[in-house]
């Protein structure tokens, strides 16, 4: 297989077929040995983080498309930590979405002083950052993708009702086995025209809280698969 990207958390293969593979690995986002998807670099490895990565991403792509949800899962292989999906093209260099419910991490490093850690969000509080670690992910605005060619409004329309939409379905999920969703990152693309989720969903890139304590990823899975 031809590779095509090495990513923080996953490889990306070129299939003869025209898809795509994901190989998961080890790796998350965080900073100093401690787990935080709201970092942009890689913190700390876990082992089993990438096939319970895969695990949950599967369980919530099987999900969506039963809601009737376009994303570009086609399938995977959990032995082997790997997932083929549909291409996609990215959005510019790489655009991260992130759906907030609960005001925490790097939002009260930027906003603390005007809202104190563990506010909830009504209706939920979407925003963008490009993926670039040299500058810290920039955010960026509606307006500013569209002025730099990224995507236009109606495109940035769609993946914002497909994030809450989304976020909805995994949040209303983790409440049937009491725990609570503050944050989830996604990544968008388009494929023939439309706008789709792709990636992952996965328990990595999610911040779960159980009674007030915040869910290991690989306990987070083990939670939602073992129910």
Not at 28 to 56: M, R, W
Not at 118 to 138: H, M, S
Not at 166 to 173: C, Q, S
Request: aromatic share 8%; glycine share 10%.
């Amino acid at each position: 297989m031809e590779m095509m990207y090495k990513g923080k958390t996953k490889d990306v293969y070129k299939l003869e077929n025209g898809n795509v593979l994901l190989k998961f690995k080890d790796d998350c986002t965080g900073k100093d040995g401690v787990f935080d998807p709201g970092e942009n670099s890689v913190g700390l490895t876990i082992d089993g983080i990438g096939k319970a990565n895969l695990q949950t991403s599967v369980y919530y792509f099987e999900m969506l498309k039963a809601a009737g949800i376009k994303t570009h899962y086609v399938s995977a292989n959990v032995d082997d930590a790997t997932m083929e999906v549909l291409p996609a093209t990215v959005f510019g260099h790489g655009l991260e979405v992130i759906c907030r419910l609960v005001a925490t991490g790097s939002f009260i490093r930027r906003y603390g002083e005007y809202m104190a850690d563990g506010t909830v969000l009504e209706g939920g509080y979407v925003e963008c950052t490009f993926k670039n670690d040299a500058k810290g992910d920039p955010l960026v605005t509606s307006e500013g993708l569209a002025a730099l060619g990224v995507m236009t409004q109606e495109m940035f329309d769609s993946m914002k009702e497909q994030t809450l939409k989304i976020t909805k379905i995994v949040a209303d999920d983790l409440k049937t086995i009491g725990l609570d969703l503050w944050d989830i990152k996604f990544e968008f693309g388009y494929n023939n025209g439309e706008v789709i989720l792709i990636d992952e969903i996965a328990s990595g890139n999610m911040r779960v809280y159980k009674d007030g304590t915040i869910v290991d990823p690989v306990e987070l899975t083990k939670l939602i698969l073992n129910r």
